[in-house]
Nanobody
Framework: QVQLVESGGGLVQAGGSLRLSCTASGSIVSLNAMGWYRQAPGKQRELVATITSGGGTNYADSVKGRFTISRDNAKNTVYLQMNSLKPEDTAVYYC????????????????WGQGTQVTVSS
């Protein structure tokens, strides 16, 4: 059993900053790629940023230069530093992790967090 617990969402004015965190816990053997996705009301879930186990990153064009994804492998945690926030960044942000899990038998699984609300006021 694996859980992803997110924190750091909230209400912020346009131009402000927030830092999201997501920690994975449970029968984790190793973490592969981790990432952040978001879903605004009435829209599909979209990729925000991903980071590989080796630290390679990928960003949506809409957040390049404003958001930074990072990870602490020792803590099984991924972060999303969000600067220069805009009202269009308002969404529920979800953490995603691709990882190897298990005690006796090891399998590769993909997990989602419960989501954290980010609201940017104009």
């Amino acid at each position: 059993q694996v859980q992803l617990v997110e924190s750091g969402g909230g209400l912020v004015q346009a131009g402000g900053s927030l830092r999201l965190s997501c920690t994975a816990s449970g029968s984790i053997v190793s973490l592969n790629a981790m990432g952040w996705y978001r879903q605004a009301p009435g829209k599909q879930r979209e990729l925000v940023a991903t980071i590989t186990s080796g630290g390679g990153t990928n960003y949506a064009d809409s957040v390049k230069g404003r958001f930074t994804i990072s990870r602490d492998n020792a803590k099984n945690t991924v972060y999303l530093q969000m600067n220069s926030l805009k009202p269009e960044d308002t969404a529920v942000y979800y953490c995603n992790a691709d990882l190897w899990v298990g005690v006796d038998a090891v399998t590769r699984r993909n997990y989602w967090g419960q989501g954290t609300q980010v609201t940017v006021s104009s």
